[in-house]
């Protein structure tokens, strides 16, 4: 059975310092997935990892794929007070999209 | 751009009673899904079509029927609503290939079983 696990699951950062949240899975996928969700709101999409080694930058957010470790990695650079959300990595198998716990996290001045 | 529509955002329900959550998309996906979300935990997956016609189950099913009912349209029902059904519903759509790939959500129907 494929598990998606995230850590940390609870993250308070202060505004200029870097951190990563890591996502661990059990079965061998090609996709994976990182997602915000803000309180209250619906999901949004940030990053679609899609090979082995794939990286993708967007702001200070930056998602990387390890396949053969089967391992996620979304590294947040100088962060700031609009960061603060649940961030969630899922896991696609063929319609079967599991997902990691998520991680909340919370940037202070 | 509408995107994915569920209707309604708000229910609350007595134990037993019935009602059907309404999902639309207008990106001319074939996949859609419908997902549960409790607090501390990521969202699950109730049920999905594949595409139009068909319909299988997810991870947690029990309690839950849904029609495809066209293209556009996916509804879960939930015929005798229990107080474990308290959660935040999403539906989603997904089309692969091209540029368009990955999942489009709904804005969510927070539903309160009492």
């Known amino acids: 059975e494929l598990k998606v696990e995230q850590n940390p699951l609870f993250l308070s950062m202060q505004e200029g310092k870097n951190y990563t949240i890591y996502c661990n899975y059990s079965t061998t996928s090609d996709r994976l997935y990182w997602y915000r969700q803000d309180p209250g709101k619906s999901l949004e999409s940030l990053f679609v990892?899609?090979?082995?080694?794939a990286v993708k930058q967007e702001g200070r957010l930056m998602a990387s794929l390890d396949t053969k470790a089967r391992l996620s990695t979304l590294h947040i650079t100088a962060a700031v007070h609009d960061l603060s959300a649940t961030y969630f990595c899922?896991?696609?198998?063929?319609?079967?999209?599991?997902f990691g716990a998520g991680t909340r996290l919370t940037v202070k001045p | 751009n509408a995107g994915v529509t569920q209707t309604p955002k708000f229910q609350v329900l007595k134990t037993g009673q019935s009602m059907t959550l309404q999902c639309a998309q207008d990106m001319n996906h074939n996949s859609m899904y419908w997902y549960r979300q409790d607090p501390g935990m990521g969202l699950r997956l109730i049920y999905y079509s594949a595409s139009e016609g068909t319909t299988d189950k997810g991870e947690v099913p029990n309690g839950y029927n849904v029609s495809r009912l066209n293209k556009r349209e996916f509804s879960l029902r939930l015929e005798s609503a229990a107080p474990s059904q308290t959660s935040v519903y999403f539906c989603?759509?997904?089309?692969?290939?091209?540029?368009?790939?990955?999942?489009?959500f709904g804005s969510g129907t927070r539903l309160t079983v009492v």
């Open positions: 899922a896991v696609d198998i063929t319609n079967d999209m599991r």
């Open positions: 990892l899609l090979s082995n080694g």
């Open positions: 989603a759509s997904s089309e692969w290939g091209g540029p368009n790939y990955g999942y489009t």
